[in-house]
């Protein structure tokens, strides 16, 4: 299991604030969050707009995607959650 995925898992619905590898942080509000075996997805909103992440698993990445009119736009892989306060 993805430690990040199960961490933003536990902290659901609560937002969370996520770090991305190229140093952007993005606050998020989720909606959703689910595991299917080691698979994890989850939705959620950052002013507005939805964005997924996706993980296959404990050695596979957790990446973050926005919703665009042509579908989803793969942002980066997150590095770090945590709640916000």
């Known amino acids: 299991m993805n430690t990040l995925a199960k961490r ?12 991305l590898d190229g140093g952007e942080a993005i606050d998020l509000d989720p909606h959703s969050a689910e595991f299917f075996g080691e ?7 950052c002013e507005g707009v939805t964005h997924r992440l996706v993980t296959d698993g404990e050695d596979d990445p957790l990446l973050i995607a926005r919703e665009t009119a042509d ?10 959650v945590e709640a916000v306060d």
Do not use: K
């Open 71 to 80: 579908g989803w736009d793969v942002l980066d892989e997150v590095t770090a």
């Open 39 to 45: 698979s994890f997805q989850a939705e959620g909103t």
């Open 8 to 19: 933003l898992y536990n902290l659901s619905p609560r937002s969370v604030r996520l770090t």
